[in-house]
């Protein structure tokens, strides 16, 4: 065995910058998510990378497709998100902390259908045909999730 180096010169003051960990619990929040807007929240990852989690950016497209939009500088873990929505389509939606080090990975992905319960239906109008009852009615706005079906109760 020859026998161990000098030291080396000490180094340039590198700091090594850690990144949060991706947000966790990405969900709709169906008290807020109606035909024209959705509803998110989430929680932050299990570790910040030593370093308090600054903001977050959110990032959204159709179900389908690529992410083609991205709300930045999110303060805390809830959005409403307004814009670049159309009523009745499924958006896929996902979440990155940002630290000084930089941004986290991604959250898993939530899929958020862009509508809410439908219109309540007009009174329906009744006439006898015969030994017929007849129920009319115009089925009500659907706000954007086709309708599939209708209950219909009969008193005596």
Do not use: C
Request: charged share 15%.
């Amino acid at each position: 065995m020859a026998g161990q180096s000098e030291e080396s010169d000490p180094g340039n003051g590198a700091v090594i910058l850690n990144l949060a960990d991706a947000p966790v619990n990405l969900a709709n929040v169906a008290a807020v998510t109606s035909a024209t807007q959705v509803g998110l929240t989430w929680s932050e990852g299990p570790g910040n990378g030593g370093q308090i989690v600054l903001d977050y950016t959110v990032s959204y497209g159709l179900d389908t497709g690529s992410y083609l939009y991205e709300i930045g500088g999110v303060v805390g873990t809830t959005l409403t998100v307004t814009e670049h929505l159309t009523t009745g389509l499924t958006y896929k939606f996902k979440v990155k902390a940002r630290n000084d080090g930089g941004f986290s990975p991604d959250s898993s992905a939530v899929m958020i259908l862009v509508a809410q319960k439908p219109d309540t239906p007009v009174a329906p109008t009744t006439s006898i045909d015969d030994s017929n009852v007849l129920i009319e009615w115009t089925p009500p706005y659907d706000q954007g999730d086709a309708l599939q079906g209708f209950q219909i109760f009969i008193l005596q």
